[in-house]
């Protein structure tokens, strides 16, 4: 993956994601610190038609967003980075799970212990413009 074509790939992503009636989807990104996990989500919020400023929910832990989408209803965005299994209880995530038709990403993820996902993307640095993706 490179910057330029970051897009293409997260376009390509969203494509590929299941999108359920009755469930989230969950995607998990993984990777050193600056990887690009971040700006991986950002694209994905572009190919989703997300104009707004998407910055990382480092500090506040998620941020949410409305999709006019036929596929998400919603995207949002979970930074568990600073948190432990405790502290993820309180970002709601089992309720939004159960809600149906929405993308969580949720970045860090192994800090809050095991995660149910759809797909999980482990990014690494190959060069200072260069990662590598693996998608399972």
């Given at each position: 993956?490179?910057?330029e074509?970051?897009?293409?790939?997260?376009?390509?992503?969203v494509?590929?994601?299941?999108?359920?009636?009755?469930?989230?989807?969950?995607?998990?990104?993984?990777?050193?610190?600056?990887?690009?996990?971040?700006?991986?989500?950002?694209?994905?919020?572009?190919?989703l038609?997300i104009?707004?400023?998407?910055?990382?929910?480092?500090?506040?832990?998620?941020?949410?967003?409305?999709?006019?989408?036929?596929?998400?209803?919603?995207?949002?965005?979970?930074?568990?980075?600073?948190?432990?299994?405790?502290?993820a209880?309180?970002?709601?995530?089992?309720?939004e799970?159960?809600?149906?038709?929405?993308?969580?990403?949720?970045?860090?993820?192994?800090?809050?212990?095991?995660?149910?996902?759809?797909?999980?993307?482990?990014?690494?640095?190959?060069?200072e413009?260069?990662?590598?993706?693996?998608?399972?």
């Amino acid at each position: 993956m490179t910057l330029e074509n970051i897009d293409a790939i997260a376009e390509a992503i969203v494509k590929e994601l299941p999108s359920y009636p009755d469930v989230a989807t969950i995607l998990l990104l993984s990777g050193d610190m600056g990887a690009g996990k971040t700006t991986l989500t950002q694209a994905i919020g572009r190919a989703l038609k997300i104009s707004e400023n998407m910055p990382s929910p480092t500090f506040v832990m998620r941020r949410d967003y409305s999709l006019n989408d036929d596929k998400f209803s919603k995207l949002i965005h979970i930074d568990a980075y600073r948190i432990g299994p405790e502290e993820a209880k309180a970002l709601d995530i089992h309720n939004e799970v159960s809600g149906g038709r929405a993308l969580i990403i949720m970045e860090w993820s192994e800090n809050i212990g095991e995660v149910p996902s759809d797909a999980k993307i482990n990014i690494s640095h190959v060069s200072e413009f260069e990662r590598e993706i693996l998608i399972s």
